[in-house]
């Protein structure tokens, strides 16, 4: 065994070059050849040597038996004759022992051996081959000792022979059995040929077998082989093995099939996910892109910060919001930078998120570049791996700049509260204070007092000289009224030129009280009309006042405004410039009103309004058109004069609907006006416009509409807008005034002398005529300035190309003046009262004035 391990490591062994060159097969053969060749020999040897025990065994037990049965025969024949008592009879005993030579010597001549009978005293007493042989060499002192020591049998070996005993108890007799070693292993040279002969045919036959059995298994081993190869080089194809035997090899090729099909699996998830790992990798080097931009562009700072405060790292680029700069803060503590409340703070939330584990919201504010700015943090645990990471606990402290957004809050906050162009406050600051003052006078048995205040024709300044003016005189304005009122009052502004005194804390006495409130009324009143500098200019205004006492029993803060409203209103009403105590009455005035604005409403919606018309007049007393005016039969509450239902129409939105309502009456009755008109005189009708109405940016489209649905040529109409309305209006009026004059529309200035008056927006105005103000003409040939003013104004138009009418004209010495210089138009009750369309239209056949005498 040591033999055949021996050379299968030197077959086997990859140290040999010259056996580590060889192929599998070759191997395998030599290997087989020698496992075989060697097992054979052992085999013979141990075959050979295993007979040649059984023969030495064999021919021993058969020398035995022969020698017990010759003690058994002796046994016998001894028996016998001592049965008859002839045991010691020599004859017997010779008779017996020359018998038994003769049978061992037949027995045992030649090849079988040698037969001695030896007696006690070891003396030879016949041998089958003379005495002769029988000498010292033969028997020697170790074999007849055997004689003296006794026993059943025994087998002694030497180098030459081999020695068999037995002892005759009988007579004391011993036989030896000697054998040579050649003669005892004949038979087994005879049997060496044929095993030789054997053992080659064998050997033979089992090399052959083991080459064809090692190149079946090479072969199946080889094809396994170049499966493995392809494997290796990519080619996932699948092996059939041409074999269906069950064993090692099928298995190998099955399993390197089964390999193959996951490798190529594994090789196409493989290449799947590295085309998935390529396209992954480009879309987070994408992402990677966007939010390094992103974080260089976001407006916060992110800082990490351990438990100690100690800064970490910082991102973002916003700089301009960090205390100190980043190379100064890295590795610092905040404690040691920022100011002891704000670090305090900090460390606090810090503290707070690292304990709960939870994000928390932090509030402070710093002074940076000395500006205050106010900052919000958001605290996060980390619990990410970071190269710098400490044992410490560590936190990502995300800081958003809040400063716009509070700075937002508090103006809004204070834009809720108070006027932005003023200062002053807003209408809601005064409500709470307001029903805070009424609550505490009614715990308190205490009064106060609410002055409402409007500015007097402050639309005229506004619309003369700029909204950027109005607004510096609104300014002014609330200086002033800051200056009346105690530290507890409160002054609002609600809006336009609309302001508000709250009076606080004014006593019990109701009368004294209300002194006070009139007192501070009457100086408000005096302050305000001095003059103002505006610029390089100076204005004056004045206001009109209402107040109002309260607390008053079941009233509210907005009772209290709307008692104050109309007490202003009442002051407006007697002629402005004056203070009005709120009383019982107004309240049914102003409930009138509404009830009128209401009516209103209806009656143009439901047609109730008419027009009359006012002829006017040439020198020659002839009319060559007509003013309309616009007429109300209440149903209920009969002629409602149109001095008190206009301004109502002004202040509730209902002006462009009441205009437009006359211009279509207008327009309805100039048709047949024009169709019953004899006279070629006649030139057509004014209709009034309010700025409101003519403002408006359909206002054209509108007019262009109604022409054509009444079939009205535009030279006959004429429309008039006032002095003020123009101030202000300029470049949107003028344009669209000079459309409507290329259309054929004339237009005449109404009320002309009342306003700023101004000659560059005369000539650059499209306007064809002038009229002068009744006021003026009332006191023509009384007052000089009246004189002055009427004469200038008609030498004015006159020298701009401008046609003048004289409105108001009531007797015949104001027409003698006007005659006298110059005027030639003229409209008022000396010539004619205003007059329904169908008195018109007989006027204007019989072309003469109804003056006013008759």
């Given at each position: 065994?040591?033999?055949?391990?021996?050379?299968?490591?030197?077959m086997?062994?990859p140290?040999d070059?010259r056996?580590?060159?060889?192929?599998?097969l070759?191997?395998?053969?030599?290997f087989?050849?020698?496992?075989?060749?060697?097992?054979a020999?052992?085999?013979?040897?141990?075959s050979?040597n295993?007979i040649?025990d059984?023969?030495?065994?064999?021919?021993?037990?058969?020398?035995?038996n022969?020698?017990?049965?010759v003690q058994?025969?002796?046994?016998?024949e001894?028996?016998t004759?001592k049965?008859h008592?002839?045991?010691?009879?020599k004859?017997?005993?010779?008779?017996l022992?020359?018998?038994?030579?003769?049978?061992?010597?037949?027995?045992?001549?030649?090849?079988k051996?040698?037969?001695i009978?030896?007696?006690?005293?070891?003396k030879?007493?016949?041998?089958?081959i003379?005495?002769?042989i029988?000498?010292?060499?033969?028997l020697?002192?170790?074999?007849?000792?055997?004689?003296?020591?006794?026993?059943d049998?025994?087998?002694?070996?030497?180098?030459?022979w081999?020695?068999?005993y037995?002892?005759?108890p009988q007579?004391d007799?011993?036989?030896f059995?000697?054998?040579?070693?050649?003669?005892?292993y004949s038979?087994?040279?005879?049997?060496?040929?044929?095993?030789i002969?054997?053992?080659f045919?064998?050997?033979?036959?089992a090399?052959?077998?083991?080459f064809l059995?090692?190149n079946?298994f090479?072969?199946?081993i080889e094809?396994?082989?170049?499966?493995?190869?392809?494997?290796k080089?990519?080619?996932?194809?699948i092996w059939?093995?041409k074999?269906n035997?069950?064993?090692?090899?099928?298995?190998?090729?099955s399993g390197?099939?089964?390999?193959?099909?996951i490798?190529?699996?594994?090789?196409?998830?493989?290449?799947?996910?590295e085309?998935e790992?390529?396209?992954s990798k480009?879309?987070?080097?994408?992402?990677?892109?966007?939010?390094?931009a992103?974080?260089?562009?976001?407006?916060?700072?992110?800082?990490?910060?351990d438990?100690?405060g100690?800064?970490?790292?910082?991102?973002?680029?916003?700089?301009r919001?960090?205390?100190?700069?980043k190379?100064?803060?890295?590795?610092?503590?905040?404690?040691?930078i920022l100011?002891?409340?704000?670090?305090?703070?900090?460390?606090?939330?810090?503290?707070?998120t690292?304990?709960?584990?939870?994000?928390?919201?932090?509030?402070?504010e710093?002074?940076i570049?000395?500006?205050?700015?106010?900052?919000?943090?958001?605290t996060?645990?980390?619990?990410?791996e970071?190269?710098n990471?400490s044992?410490?606990?560590?936190?990502?402290?995300?800081?958003?700049?809040?400063?716009?957004?509070?700075?937002?809050?508090?103006?809004?906050?204070?834009?809720?509260?108070?006027?932005?162009?003023?200062?002053?406050?807003?209408?809601?600051l005064?409500?709470?204070?307001?029903?805070?003052?009424?609550s505490?006078?009614?715990r308190?048995?205490d009064?106060?007092?609410?002055?409402?205040i409007?500015?007097?024709?402050f639309?005229?300044?506004?619309?003369?000289?700029?909204?950027?003016?109005?607004?510096?005189l609104l300014?002014?304005?609330?200086?002033r009224?800051?200056?009346l009122?105690?530290?507890?009052?409160l002054?609002?502004r609600?809006?336009g030129?609309?302001?508000?005194?709250?009076?606080?804390?004014?006593?019990?006495?109701?009368?004294?009280a209300?002194?006070?409130?009139?007192?501070i009324?009457?100086?408000?009143?005096?302050?305000?009309?001095?003059?103002?500098e505006?610029?390089e200019?100076?204005?004056?205004?004045?206001?009109?006042?209402?107040?109002?006492?309260?607390?008053?029993?079941?009233?509210?803060s907005?009772?209290?405004?709307?008692?104050?409203?109309?007490?202003?209103y009442q002051?407006k009403?007697?002629?402005?410039?004056?203070v009005?105590?709120?009383?019982?009455?107004?309240?049914?005035?102003?409930?009138?009103?509404l009830s009128?604005q209401n009516d209103?409403?209806?009656?143009?919606?439901?047609?109730?309004?008419?027009?009359?018309?006012?002829?006017?007049?040439?020198?020659?007393n002839?009319?060559?058109?007509?003013?309309?005016?616009?007429r109300?039969?209440h149903?209920?509450?009969?002629?409602?004069s149109?001095?008190?239902?206009?301004?109502i129409?002004?202040?509730?939105?209902?002006?462009?609907a009441?205009?437009?309502?006359v211009?279509?009456l207008?327009?309805q009755?100039l048709?047949?006006i024009?169709?019953?008109?004899?006279?070629?005189?006649f030139?057509g009708?004014a209709i009034?416009?309010s700025?409101?109405q003519f403002g408006?940016?359909?206002?054209l489209?509108?007019?262009?509409?109604?022409?054509d649905?009444?079939?009205v040529?535009?030279?006959?109409?004429?429309?008039e807008?006032?002095?003020?309305?123009?101030?202000?209006?300029?470049s949107?009026f003028?344009?669209?005034?000079?459309k409507?004059?290329?259309?054929?529309?004339?237009?005449?200035?109404?009320?002309?002398?009342?306003?700023?008056?101004?000659?560059?927006?005369?000539?650059?105005?499209?306007?064809?005529?002038?009229k002068i103000?009744?006021?003026f003409i009332?006191?023509?040939?009384?007052d000089?300035?009246?004189?002055?003013?009427?004469?200038t104004i008609?030498?004015?138009?006159?020298?701009?190309?401008?046609?003048?009418?004289a409105?108001?004209?009531?007797?015949?010495?104001q027409?003698d003046?006007?005659?006298?210089?110059d005027c030639?138009?003229f409209?008022?009750?000396?010539?004619?009262?205003?007059?329904?369309?169908?008195?018109?239209?007989?006027?204007?056949k019989s072309?003469?004035?109804?003056?006013?005498?008759?």
């Open positions: 065994m040591f033999f055949l391990t021996l050379i299968s490591y030197v086997l062994s140290t070059g056996i580590r060159g060889m192929k599998l070759p191997k395998l053969s030599l087989t050849i020698v496992l075989v060749t060697t097992t020999v052992i085999s013979m040897f141990i050979i295993t040649k059984i023969i030495y065994d064999l021919n021993s037990n058969v020398i035995q022969d020698l017990e049965h058994l025969r002796i046994s016998q001894y028996d004759l049965k008592g002839l045991q010691d009879v004859g017997y005993y010779l008779k022992l020359s018998q038994l030579e003769i049978d061992l010597s037949s027995q045992y001549k030649n090849e051996g040698i037969v009978l030896l007696d006690r005293e070891a030879i007493v016949f041998s089958t003379g005495d002769n029988v000498d010292k060499n033969l020697r002192k170790k074999h007849l000792a055997i004689i003296k020591h006794p026993k049998s025994n087998r002694i070996r030497d180098d030459q081999v020695y068999f037995k002892k005759m007579w007799l011993g036989i059995v000697v054998l040579e070693h050649d003669k005892l038979r087994l040279n005879e049997y060496k040929d044929v095993v002969k054997a053992f045919i064998v050997l033979s036959i090399l052959i077998a083991g059995f090692s079946y090479v072969k199946r094809r396994a082989l170049l499966q493995i190869k392809s494997i080089n990519g080619d996932m194809k059939s093995e074999n035997d069950n064993d090692e090899i099928t298995e190998l090729v390197l099939n089964h390999m193959s099909e490798i190529s699996q594994k090789m196409f998830k493989q290449a799947k996910a085309l790992a390529i396209q480009k879309d987070l080097q994408e992402q990677h892109a966007l939010l390094c992103f974080i260089n562009a976001m407006p916060e700072l992110a800082f990490i910060l438990e100690d100690e800064y970490i790292e910082i991102f973002g680029n916003n700089d919001l960090l205390f100190q700069n190379e100064f803060l890295l590795g610092k503590r905040l404690t040691d100011p002891l409340e704000v670090s305090t703070k900090v460390m606090k939330t810090i503290a707070q690292l304990e709960s584990n939870e994000s928390k919201v932090i509030d402070y710093l002074e570049n000395n500006e205050i700015k106010y900052f919000q943090g958001h996060s645990v980390l619990d990410y970071h190269e990471r044992e410490k606990g560590m936190i990502i402290f995300i800081v958003h700049d809040m400063s716009e957004q509070i700075h937002a809050k508090k103006e809004a906050y204070h834009l809720s509260l108070f006027d932005p162009l003023t200062g002053l406050s807003n209408r809601r005064l409500m709470e204070r307001l029903d805070q003052e009424i505490r006078c009614n308190h048995n009064h106060g007092a609410l002055l409402f409007d500015l007097d024709d639309k005229t300044i506004n619309d003369s000289r700029g909204h950027q003016m109005g607004d510096l300014k002014e304005v609330a200086i009224l800051n200056s009122i105690r530290k507890e009052d002054a609002c609600l809006g030129d609309e302001f508000v005194l709250l009076l606080c804390s004014l006593g019990d006495n109701i009368v004294s209300s002194n006070y409130a009139q007192n009324a009457y100086k408000t009143l005096k302050l305000l009309q001095e003059y103002y505006l610029g200019e100076k204005h004056q205004i004045s206001c009109s006042i209402g107040v109002v006492m309260f607390p008053e029993k079941d009233r509210d907005h009772d209290i405004i709307k008692y104050a409203d109309i007490a202003m002051a009403d007697e002629g402005k410039n004056t009005k105590l709120f009383a019982s009455h107004m309240q049914l005035l102003l409930e009138h009103r009128l209103l409403r209806v009656a143009i919606t439901e047609k109730q309004l008419t027009i009359h018309l006012q002829p006017q007049y040439n020198e020659s002839t009319i060559i058109s007509a003013e309309v005016l616009v109300w039969n149903p209920e509450k009969g002629f409602i149109p001095a008190e239902f206009i301004p129409a002004e202040e509730s939105g209902l002006v462009h009441l205009g437009k309502s211009m279509e207008a327009l009755h048709n047949n024009l169709k019953n008109n004899t006279s070629d005189s030139k009708i009034n416009v700025p409101w408006r940016k359909d206002y489209d509108e007019v262009i509409s109604l022409l649905k009444y079939n040529e535009a030279k006959y109409i004429e429309l807008v006032t002095e003020q309305s123009l101030v202000g209006n300029f949107s003028s344009d669209k005034m000079k409507m004059q290329d259309m054929g529309i004339n237009f005449s200035i109404d009320d002309f002398g009342t306003g700023y008056s101004s000659l560059s927006y005369l000539k650059s105005l499209p306007v064809n005529m002038l103000d009744q006021s009332r006191d023509v040939t009384k000089k300035n009246d004189d002055a003013i009427v004469e008609i030498v004015m138009a006159r020298h701009l190309g401008l046609e003048v009418i409105e108001g004209v009531e007797t015949k010495e027409l003046f006007l005659l006298s210089h030639q138009l409209q008022g009750y000396y010539f004619s009262k205003p007059v329904p369309i169908n008195d018109f239209i007989k006027l204007l072309n003469r004035g109804i003056l006013s005498n008759e």
